[in-house]
């Protein structure tokens, strides 16, 4: 290899050395609020899913198409995930979660105007797509831009804010779902158009954020970074009154300039180089994925079919869940950078899988109300919660920085299909059956689940706390100083 094709750097060492600024709080609002419009999303349709089997809303599904069209949602979250990855990682971060978002937004426009089952399946699968583009592009541009120190804390708390959008999302339907205020058949198609007006709003915002500087210095483009990283730090001097920033302790790291990286590569650093990794995201994302979707989006068909409560009420009830959902990671989050990632993802896991099987034991007993129930599914959720936010800034942040978009979405699509697609579908016949016995088994399998990934996470988890993303993975075009040969 010649030397010309190489180049040094420090703008890894740079970003992370900074203080925390007025910049800094702009990127974890305009990016994370992805979150907060999935939780939208996702609560809409929680809420709505008994309504939608009364014929006044203009659709009246059976509850197996309620479980169907979520599952279809999330089958288009796990398409967007991997079709946007792509071209995040090869033509940037920044493109694409202008992209991502604008797709999100039209066809959550044309949600509110489906007028039978196959339409609504339709809008819901490319608005999914999506929400799941968006995962990709903003979790790697977030990580990337945010200093290593908080890193954890601050990946927690934005996907926390994914349960800010479900409490949203509840009040909203209170009011929408009451046949006194609005009438049926327009009240659920309000609710997702109000979702794409936030998601217009953020869209103007991100066209102040950059692209990511690790992205251009690992794709040939060093001196746009150096200049975008240089615009960073004035910024941070003028937000934070400072005239000197702390000194750079990081030396500078060799990249080889590539224009692109091929499957052929990906494939070989997620195989073997890091396959260890790459069981550990597939055991954290699919078993989060699979206790969330199965409770979470059949939550108002359980209190509707198994407890009597009314379509228009149910809404109260999940402002509670999503609030101790809300509460967990951001309580928990800075945790993961000071006692650490595998203590606390694996006591997470472990504790939700328990608190899972106590409250499937009590449900089947037939011995607790909807309020218990609910009650019992916020302490649950407070620590599922914090893990599966983590499950996400695990895969984020082990992998190499040029194939970190990728991985993201692969452990998505795989683990959300393993789990989020099934999870519903299964769900939804289960409490069909009207049995309790039968719904028992899956909780159980649920709550299994979370007690494995605890384990597999104890045993090979990541110690990525207050560590730089090239310690944790150095970029696939770094060149080992000692040998002068690119890894790998």
Known sequence: MSEANTVQTQVAARLDRLPWSRWHTLVILALGVTWVLDGIEVAIAGNIADAL??????????????GTATGIYIAGACTGALFFSYLTDRFGRRKLFLVTLAVYLVFSVLTAFSWDFFSFVVFRFLAGMGIGGEYSAIYSAIDEMIPARVRGQLALFVSGTYWAGAILASLMTVVLLNPDVIDQFYGWRVAFALGAVLALGILLVRRYVPESPRWLMTHGQVDE?????????????????????????????????????????????????????????????????????????????????????????IPYYLIFFALGNLLGPLLLGRLFDRVGRRPMISGCYAIAGALMALSAYLFYQDVITA???????????????????????????????????????????????????????????????????????????????????????????????????EDVAAPLTAIRQETGVATP
Not at 265 to 290: D, E, K
């Open 225 to 313: 970074a150096e200049r975008v990283v240089g615009e960073i730090e004035d910024e941070v001097r003028q937000s934070t009154g400072r005239e000197e920033l702390p000194p750079v302790d990081e030396g500078p790291i060799t990249i080889e300039q590539r224009g692109g990286i091929g499957f052929g590569l990906v494939a070989r650093a997620m195989f073997q180089m890091y396959p260890v990794r790459t069981v550990l995201g597939l055991v954290l994302m699919s078993s989060q994925a699979f206790l969330y979707n199965a409770i979470f989006f059949t939550a108002g068909l359980v209190l509707g079919e198994f407890f009597g409560v009314p379509s228009g009420s």
């Open 371 to 469: 309020t218990t129930q609910t009650a019992l599914w916020v302490a649950l959720f407070f620590f599922a919660s914090a893990a599966a936010s983590a499950a996400y800034l695990t895969v984020s942040e082990v992998f190499p920085m040029e194939i970190r978009a990728m991985a993201i979405a692969l452990f998505y699509a795989i683990g959300t299909a393993l789990g989020g697609i099934t999870g519903p579908v299964v769900f939804g016949q289960l409490i069909g059956t009207g049995d309790r016995g039968t719904l028992l088994i899956g909780y159980l399998v649920a709550a299994g689940l979370m007690i494995l990934a605890a384990l597999v996470e104890l045993v090979i988890g990541v110690k990525a706390e207050r560590r730089s993303l």
């Open 53 to 66: 089997t009364t014929p006044e809303t203009g659709l009246g599904f059976s509850a197996g198409q309620v």
